[in-house]
Nanobody
């Protein structure tokens, strides 16, 4: 499955953005999908994940209560609604997917086999 991330942009602190991850090539429905982010000079870090059946989600502590991950398997998309953005949220955001994720390793970039290109989120203070 090929992934295409979009929706990044420039926003003021406190603002909102909605990122989308669109899948093509095969059905998305059996895949667990996650968002990661990477700021310049930093390692890629986990943001949020949604299980293939939408029955479980998990968030990094730094975004909990501000970000919401959701999916539409009929549309082959996963979205990340980002509210109350902070300057420290500024990064390239990547979506990743795998149909073989062990839920206990959901935060590990190595657990994902398919990656989209990044979409840049810039937050001005």
């Amino acid at each position: 499955v090929q992934l295409q991330a979009s929706g990044g942009g420039l926003v003021q602190a406190g603002g909102t953005l909605r990122l989308s991850c669109a899948a093509s090539g095969r059905t998305f429905s059996g895949y667990t999908v996650a968002w990661f982010r990477q700021a310049p000079g930093k390692e890629r870090g986990f943001v949020a994940v949604i299980k293939w059946n939408s029955r479980a989600t998990f968030y990094a502590d730094s975004v909990k209560g501000r970000f919401t991950i959701s999916r539409d398997n009929t549309d082959n998309t996963v979205s990340l609604q980002m509210n109350s953005l902070k300057p420290e949220d500024m990064a390239n955001y990547y979506c990743a997917a795998s149909n073989r994720v062990i839920w206990g390793l959901k935060h590990d970039p190595g657990a994902y086999t398919n990656w989209g290109q990044g979409t840049l989120v810039t937050v001005s203070s």
